[in-house]
């Protein structure tokens, strides 16, 4: 994207150069010719700071300890913040314009590129405040990001989980990139060990996370109050054109079907031989043996599991997984899991931190899926109409996922096909049932917050605790430590996030069983869309109308990979 810091410093200070011209557009908003020129205006200074922002978070990721590259990101994020304040009287000054008027520009192709923009602007009438009152709170942009940067920096540079003997009796430090490897040992000591060396880390900090966690619902609760909306879901929500009867729905059925969950718990303890079963017994694989990859293994996997999705689809994959898509191994001072990123100018970048476990096959085909899709709308999108909202990011990820299981159970056997099996279980118990938690524990903190009732780290654990015991069963036996996972699930600070994980794996097996049986250009064409339309308009074009009970395929599914296993 940029050679070296100086090369990216001069678009850094183009933006900054542009931003005073955009402020001569307010109170000039009368004209079709006049807003047409200052939309175009924005999006061209908004698609250059998009890069120079992507880049300095890009380099971040590589080594959050970095302080060279920190400093890039603070000044980046200020000046996102700047640009933010610059346009804040958009919106304030397009809501005063009549509706019929906008209706016009919408139906003008002059205005193709922003009618989305339009059409939300319409939408967002009765929740924009005043000229003033928008530049005060873009002002104040800035300190939405604190909370999170506080517990990143703690998550990924501050707390450390100490060592612990692993099979063989060697000590090994207990890391996030290495944590879930430990949890697949068939060693149950090794399990059970890094499983309390990472939680007592966080109840060692239980407070300060407390304060953390309690900041942004609080943020959230404070923007809805202002914006007029009904609750903090219903101000997330608006935002996509995502009724909050989906989120609410996606909880309903889950707690339907919450026995298939139980029958798991109780089939995985006599499959282990275990006399209880605790949480750090859910990920390691019930056949007992442990599969190893290179990362060019990994790729040919996701190589030829990506086939049913055509020949041009194949062809950009590869390249991009064996060109210069991909960070691949852990680092020290790297940021932990994995994401996929990139803008509109550069191609797509994946993070990820490979340990050559079957689970990071996976994720890198998960992230992939992300980077395809971003790939596919850049090309067929203006920049304005690209970008793709996280509601139909997680059916791309969640669909290459799919395809990969789908290609390994065609071509594995005996205990490779097993792990596969207990893969996808683990897949599906992870992606929608446990986000699905988080969705409804992330619901009950702001709802809590609403009613004016403290949260404190008690009723933090407490609560937390409990929805554990729901969603697990009277089988999975009680635990110390659990408690304190909320304080480890970074996107609890991204604003209701998650349930999108639950409702995106649950399309994508609804998308991969046409995709198999040889139709895949509707889901080909809902990657290529972008954000072209409000999500649930896209996914009812390529055929599925989430606003109806479609939980039938994913709930199936998992019974009968429980009975195969």
Known sequence: MYKDVSAWEVDFNKVAAELPSLVEYKEQLKTADVILACLTKISEVARLLEKVYVWANLKDSEDISDEATSICLKRVQKLWNDFGQAVSFIDPELVKLEDEFLDTLIADQQFSDFVMQLKQVKREKPHVLSKKEEALLARAGMLWDDPYNIFSNFDNVDAHFGKVKDE???EVAVTHGNYSTLLEKQDRGVRQAAFEAVYKEYEGHIHTLTEVLGAVVKQHDFLREVRNYESAAAAALHGKNVDVEVYHNLIKQVHKRLDVVYKYVEKRKSLLDLDEIRMWDLRVPVMGVELKFSFDEAIELCVEAAKPLGDDYVKVLEEGLRGGWVDKYETKGK??????SGCYDSWPYILMNFDGTLNDVFTLMHEAGHSMHSYLANQNQPYSLANYPIFTAEIAST???RLLTDHLLKTWEGDRRLAVLH?????????????????????MLHETVAKGVPITKDFLCDQYEAMNKLYYGPTMSADAYIKFEWARIPHFYYDFYVYQYATGIA???NFAEHILSGDADRYLNLLKSGGSDYPLNL?????????QDFYGPIFSRFEELVEQI
């Open 507 to 509: 399309a994508a097996y």
């Open 335 to 340: 940021r932990s899991g994995a994401f996929s």
């Open 539 to 547: 996914l009812k074009k390529a055929g599925l109308d989430m606003t």
């Open 399 to 401: 669909v290459n996922e």
């Open 168 to 170: 063989t009796g060697a």
């Open 423 to 443: 893969h996808e279980i683990d897949t599906i118990r992870a992606t929608f049932f446990r986000q699905t938690m988080f969705a409804e524990f992330e619901l």
